[in-house]
């Protein structure tokens, strides 16, 4: 273990590993995940100006989120954050 990572972070790591090895064992084809927080997010729309290399996936794809419509904005920042 890391010195500087946590049990915590360990046990996501592992549920977050099983749960893509679920999804394709089921048939599940395609995953997109970005690995930011929401917070971070809302803050890259409020100061779009600090953020202007701040990549996300969408459909098959990668995009600078300070480019994308509010409305894009807002649909990533509601599907991200999922708890193990």
């Excluded at 690995?35 to 779009?48: F, G, T, Y």
């Amino acid at each position: 273990m890391d010195q500087w990572e946590s049990l915590t972070q360990i046990e996501g790591k592992r549920r977050f590993s099983e749960l893509i090895r679920t999804y394709h064992h089921l048939g599940g084809h395609h995953m997109q995940v970005n690995s930011i927080s929401k917070e971070v997010l809302r803050e890259a729309q409020k100061h779009p100006d600090q953020y202007p290399t701040l990549m996300v996936r969408i459909a098959g794809y990668s995009a600078y989120f300070v480019d994308l419509s509010k409305a894009l904005q807002d649909h990533i920042i509601s599907r991200t954050e999922h708890h193990l």
